[in-house]
């Protein structure tokens, strides 16, 4: 049977419910956690889930509780949203945002074109028509950029371009392209230094590694290890300011798992890993 998950929303002290991630995972063996799938603990939608590359852990040689074994930081997944009003300001958004992603490094944000994400970054331009003579064009353009959890309302950072055109351009067409290359490198370069900021201060991911019980010379029973993930979902739920968590692997060899979390940084000045160190070693005593 699945149980609902009880999570604290982000700022308010309101309980929601929260859904129990549903699949199968390693062995056959119902876990109820499927790999890929995001639970949100606070607010919202999480990020999609995509696999990440598993690492083989060292197999403990007994082990009475669950123990995590290692934690090293991920990137953030953002999503870039054009926006506009017209059709002229839809189409400069999808150019201004297409040339703004090829900026951004691998070092600065996963890039993700669909499903969920952590980020939104909204490009919204606006065009306005200063002199016209014939087929030749005079404009400037504003393009506000946006960022904004994918989880919540909650905005991080937002800039205003603006651009001038200093002279009249023969073709509406190329008059608005003129727009595009300046705008993206205004707005890759904000949104890099925006990224680095969250990613210091406000917005942690994180993939942690997770040794299950482990019996001395007894082979791996997959229905516990598949109660023991579930348990540890169930445990992830109960965290406060947790964005969400994400069952992202599992080696049913040597009964290691992998979990993507998302958290905000300053409500764990112990570092995430001490907190869920602390909070799954319980499992097995329960």
């Known amino acids: 049977m699945k149980k609902a998950f009880n999570c604290k929303v982000f700022g308010m002290g309101i309980v929601a419910g929260c859904f129990l991630l549903a699949g199968c995972v390693g062995a056959g063996t ?8 995001t639970t949100v603990n606070n607010f919202g939608s999480g990020p999609t889930g995509e696999k990440v590359s598993e690492e083989k852990a060292k197999p403990v040689a007994e082990t009475q509780k669950i123990i995590l074994l290692d934690d090293h930081k991920d990137l953030l997944r953002l999503m870039l949203k054009p926006d ?17 992603a090829g ?67 023969l073709g509406k067409e190329a008059t608005v392209s003129k727009f595009e290359e300046p705008a993206a ?22 993939i942690l590694t997770m040794q299950l019980r482990t019996v001395k010379d007894e082979e791996r029973d997959p229905k516990r290890d598949a109660a023991e993930i579930n348990a540890i ?19 049913n060899e040597n009964g290691t ?30």
Request: charged share 20%.
């Open 30 to 37: 119902d876990t109820k956690v499927e790999i890929g799938s």
């Open 84 to 100: 506009g009003a017209s059709s002229d300001e839809k189409g400069l958004a999808r150019n201004i945002a297409q040339q703004t």
């Open 103 to 169: 900026a951004l490094s691998g070092d600065d944000a996963k890039i993700v074109t669909g499903g969920v994400c952590d980020i939104h970054l909204t490009i919204r331009p606006k065009l306005t028509q200063i002199d016209r003579d014939g087929d030749y064009y005079r404009m400037n353009c504003s393009v506000v950029v946006e960022m904004k959890s994918a989880a919540s309302n909650r905005i991080f950072g937002s800039k205003t371009i603006q651009i001038v055109s200093p002279r009249r351009v």
């Open 185 to 206: 490198k205004a707005a890759s370069e904000w949104c890099r230094a925006e990224l680095q900021r969250l990613t210091n201060s406000e917005i942690g991911s994180t």
């Open 233 to 251: 979902s169930e445990q992830l739920a109960k965290l406060p300011n947790l964005i969400s968590y994400e069952l992202v692997g599992q080696d």
């Open 257 to 286: 798992c992998q979990y993507r979390v998302v958290y905000f940084i300053s409500a764990y000045p112990g570092g995430i890993a001490n907190a869920v160190s602390a909070l799954v070693g319980t499992i097995a005593q329960q």
